[in-house]
């Protein structure tokens, strides 16, 4: 297990860039995630998330900035997403 502590900031952005999570570490976090209550931006770059793990996102109302850069996450992954959260904006 990892100490992910340093990650989460009270501003509103969390950081797992470049960490080593997949979907189900992500997973494991989402209970963070739906009660943080200021998330609005979100860094999965360069980790190990794919197309299955979005689904782990899709309470997290506030988010409007999601960075999959370098990711499996795929084109379809994201338009999946973003019918489903059309405020949000990807960067790929």
Known sequence: DYDY???FDP???????GQPIGDAELGKFRWYLENHPHLTALYLNRTRITDAGLRHLLRLRN???????????????????????PDLRIDK
């Open 5 to 7: 502590d340093w990650l």
């Open 63 to 85: 988010l409007r900035f999601l960075d999959l850069s370098e990711t499996a996450v795929t084109d379809e992954g994201r338009r999946w997403l973003l019918e489903r959260m």
């Open 11 to 17: 501003s509103g952005l969390v950081s797992f860039e």
